[in-house]
């Protein structure tokens, strides 16, 4: 029986295993974690990330052939496949810091492995990582490898949260770089015939080292890129009166380009996006092409710019003051279907509010109180550090409150941002809302989920972003 072993029960690690160990009846499959209270989770019934359709999974597979366990040491040293996906965060001091990749878990593991290994290994890097990682990770092993053979893999991640386990089950491609020796292509057919199970080989990419790794960081930064491309339109559409949805949806029709991602929102957010691009800019940095960093470093700038662009339109319509206002924010999660808040645009959205002074009442249906206020108190590229790694729960902010109902968060709230794109936002009373607010009542929709005609005629005041202006906004100061 052929073992694998997964480093890291992340948002990757845990339903990438699961959905191998389902697919592969006959390979057993190890999750280990630092974390011990992340695996108790992933060992019970609530498990630490919610992902549709994952319980089913785990369900079907745990204790049969997918193991979740805290001995990194036991399941390394018996493994054939060892898949590396701890978090590769931005690093957040010394050389590179705010945007290289900090290796420093991923230098870690690799350590662990080599000094625990007594079999020769398939080491896959899942994680995504500066392209060459690979190049110091082979010296990681061979320099500590007692005489066994490591093969590096490069198998970049693909999936997306909120549709993690559809994706998996049928991925766009899988992507395999390995050496071009003979030992390197007889890891990656290994691979290969693992994914083999259930993708079709047509969709099994394979490459060598360096264009898998960059790959992923090309794929994201290009994913970032149509976001930040519609959001500048939506600006230049509230200038000008036309509506960003009509234009993303001519463009879209374009099949050149697509109707995909073209959805103009408060900004994107997601523990990869941000993070993938700098890494990308340092590298190009580092090689000395600094023409190319910056054009992809316009991508994050436009994205910070639609974060700020939002709160400054909150407060603008609001004459120009939210001090003391109860703002109502429905949504904290960085997209919907998914409990994680990593860079969610929400947190840069409320910090904004807070420091004009609002008092914030929130309500997201994944996203706990206790979680809200530790990344509200939150440095900027501190969350990706592992939570067991923090500090302890920061004390909280005491102009927040958390809410597990939409209609008690809005209670007399002056005004409403909808920050993540839930599908129960579009179905919620309005007109009860209406009648316990503050009045004038001003709904900011973040990602254009409600429809600002309907709410006018309820008697709101709507923004809509990248939408032909409210009356009331546009004799508001202009907003930058
Ligand atoms: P995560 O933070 O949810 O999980 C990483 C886990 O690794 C943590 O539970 C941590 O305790 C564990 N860990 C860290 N060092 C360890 C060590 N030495 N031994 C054992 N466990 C260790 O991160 P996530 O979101 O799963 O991301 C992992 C990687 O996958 C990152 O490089 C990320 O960029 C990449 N990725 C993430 C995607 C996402 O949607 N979250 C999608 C595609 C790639």
């Known amino acids: 029986m052929v073992k694998i072993c997964c480093i890291g029960a992340g948002y990757v690690g845990g339903p990438t295993m699961a959905v191998i160990a389902l697919k592969c009846p006959s390979i057993e499959v190890a999750v280990v974690d630092i974390s011990v209270t992340r695996i108790a989770a992933w060992n019970s019934d609530q498990l630490p990330i919610y992902e549709p359709g994952l319980d089913d999974v785990v369900k079907q597979c745990r204790g049969k052939n997918l193991f979740f366990s805290t001995d990194v040491e036991k399941h390394v040293c018996e493994a054939d496949i060892i898949f590396v996906s701890v978090n590769t965060p931005t690093k957040t001091r010394g050389l590179g810091a705010g945007k290289a990749a900090d290796l420093t878990y991923w230098e870690s593991a690799a350590r662990m492995i080599a000094d625990v290994s007594k079999s020769d290994k398939i080491v896959v890097e899942k994680s995504t990582v500066p392209v060459k990682t690979a190049e110091a990770i082979e010296k990681i092993l061979t320099h500590n490898s007692k005489g066994i053979n490591y093969q590096i893999l490069s198998n970049p991640e693909f999936l997306a949260e909120g549709t993690a386990i559809e994706d998996l089950f049928s991925p766009d491609r899988v992507l395999i770089g390995g050496r071009e020796t003979p030992e390197g292509r007889k890891a990656v057919q290994a691979l290969k015939a693992v ?44 200038a000008t009166g036309a509506n960003v949805a009509e234009v993303a949806y001519a463009v879209g029709k374009d099949s050149r ?103 914030i009442s929130i309500y997201d249906p994944q996203v706990t109180e206790d979680q809200i206020q530790r990344d509200l108190a939150m440095n900027k590229f501190d969350w990706d550090h ?86 009331w906004l546009k004799d508001m100061p202009a907003v930058a």
């Open 195 to 238: 994914y083999a199970n259930w993708v079709p080989e047509d969709r099994i990419i394979t490459t060598n080292l360096w264009s898998a790794e960059l790959s992923k960081l090309a794929a994201n930064a290009f994913l970032a890129q149509r976001i930040s491309s519609v959001n500048a339109i939506s600006a230049l559409c509230e």
């Open 257 to 359: 380009i697509g109707p995909k991602f073209l959805n103009a929102s408060v900004g994107f957010g997601g523990s990869c996006f941000q993070k993938d691009i700098l890494n990308l800019v340092y590298i190009c940095e580092c090689n000395g092409l600094p023409e190319v960093a910056n054009y992809w470093k316009q991508v994050i700038k436009i994205n910070d710019y639609q974060k700020s662009r939002f709160v400054n339109r909150v407060v603008a319509s609001m004459f120009n003051t939210v001090s003391g206002k109860k703002i109502a924010v429905l949504g904290f999660a960085f997209k919907k279907d998914t409990g994680d808040t990593r860079e969610t645009p929400a947190i840069d959205v409320c910090k904004g509010l807070l420091g004009d002074k609002a008092k």
């Open 386 to 471: 592992p939570i067991h790694l923090q500090p302890m729960s920061p004390t909280a902010v005491k102009e927040v409150s958390v809410t597990w109902d939409a209609y008690e968060a809005t209670k007399g709230a002056h005004g409403v941002c909808i920050l993540t794109e839930w599908d129960e936002f579009k179905k919620l009373d309005f007109a009860k809302i209406y009648d316990n607010m503050q009045k004038p009542a001003f709904i900011f929709d973040g990602r254009n989920v409600v429809d600002p005609e309907k709410l006018r005629e309820i008697g709101f005041i709507v923004y809509s972003i990248g939408k032909p202006l409210d009356p």
